[in-house]
């Protein structure tokens, strides 16, 4: 199967996921850093939403992170050598800038509840979320500001489950790449990135997808 274009444009939102091979597991420190607007760590995977500067700095980014995550994994469990610690090449779509994007970092940050690891969102330590409920001012400093407004009560409203449609909708571009944003705004992103038939006919999510 054709691999889809990789989108690397500055000032466009992205969500981004990179799995562990054999679902090992990958993730014990907190260190990150890059335009993030949020982000959880999970056991053997991770979810990022950035927002680059420039043309190339995903790609960047990522090799750095994924490269120097590699490196440190490797030294620290001493399997130098050992092989390649990731599955493949990272999984990212296109967000776009309006309550799309409220929809993806929720989607992020309820990550960990959704996998009954926590009561809590914000239980959940390695997280965009705790981290900006935190008293340390320093780990807060990792995050960016989001470019469309917070909910006011943004802790119950992640805490909330996420209707089917909506939920349903982040799963099917996270698995396939599609941008997540309205019916007119994907069509012209599909076309001015020459994504083509390829996202196109993959068509609206169903149940069970």
């Known amino acids: 199967m054709a691999r889809l274009p990789r989108i ?3 000032d466009n939102l992205y969500h981004i996921i990179n799995r562990a091979n054999a679902r090992l597991p990958i993730f014990f420190e907190e260190e990150y850093s890059m335009r993030i607007l949020a982000y959880c760590l999970m056991p053997n995977h991770f979810h990022l939403v950035v927002y680059p500067h420039d043309d190339g700095d995903v790609q960047k980014f990522m090799q750095w992170v994924t490269l120097t995550h590699t490196q440190r994994w490797h030294i620290k469990n001493k399997t130098v050598g050992s092989g390649h610690l ?3 090449r990272y999984k990212s779509f296109l967000i776009e800038k309006d309550n799309h994007l ?3 970092i929720r989607y ?3 990550n960990p509840l959704r996998a009954r690891l926590v009561k809590k969102a914000e239980n959940w330590n390695f997280s965009s979320l705790a981290c900006r409920l935190s008293k340390d ?3 807060g400093k990792i995050l960016s500001l989001w470019p469309i407004q917070e909910p006011k009560d943004y802790l119950s409203f992640v805490n ?3 209707n089917d449609e909506e939920e349903l ?3 099917y571009s996270v698995l396939h790449g599609k941008p997540f944003g309205s019916g007119k705004w994907i069509d012209d992103m599909i076309t001015k990135y020459n994504l083509g038939a390829t996202v196109r006919e993959k068509g609206r999510p169903k149940k069970g997808t």
């Open 108 to 110: 992020v940050e309820r």
């Open 102 to 104: 409220l929809s993806v």
């Open 137 to 139: 001012v320093d780990r």
């Open 169 to 171: 909708a982040v799963h």
């Open 160 to 162: 909330q489950e996420l």
């Open 8 to 10: 690397d444009v500055g």
């Open 86 to 88: 990731y599955q493949g």
